[in-house]
Nanobody
């Protein structure tokens, strides 16, 4: 069973930066076998996909709303994924969730997955 714990959220002014981390723990797993993603959900809105990366980190996909501002990285050796967020806007305010799905050595389009492992979320608030 994989557990995911997000950290790094907080309050930042518009134009600022934050770096979110998602640490994966569990017994006998290899993070390279998991496709990972970041989602976010603002109050009163549906959950939105932000970014995802394949198991080996070779393919990343970003939502149009964050392209050029957010960068997702996956460190399989540290069992951690990151979301570097720059030029933050008030509309980026949301709870950000890390998610995972076991894909083994197969390539699966990371934006076409029904993720089944989720973290508890971390709040990001951007003031204007």
């Amino acid at each position: 069973q994989l557990q995911l714990v997000e950290s790094g959220g907080g309050l930042v002014q518009s134009g600022g930066s934050l770096r979110l981390s998602c640490a994966a723990t569990g017994s006998g797993f290899t993070l390279a076998d998991y496709t990972m993603a970041w989602f976010r959900q603002a109050p009163g809105k549906e959950r939105e996909d932000v970014s995802c990366v394949t198991g080996n980190g070779g393919t990343r996909v970003y939502a149009d709303s964050v392209k050029g501002r957010f960068t997702m990285a996956k460190d399989n050796a540290k069992n951690t994924v990151y979301l570097e967020m720059n030029s933050l806007k008030p509309e980026d305010t949301a709870v950000y969730y890390c998610a995972a799905y076991y894909t083994g050595s197969y390539y699966v389009a990371c934006d076409q997955i029904n993720y089944n492992y989720w973290g508890q979320g971390t709040q990001v608030s951007v003031s204007s």
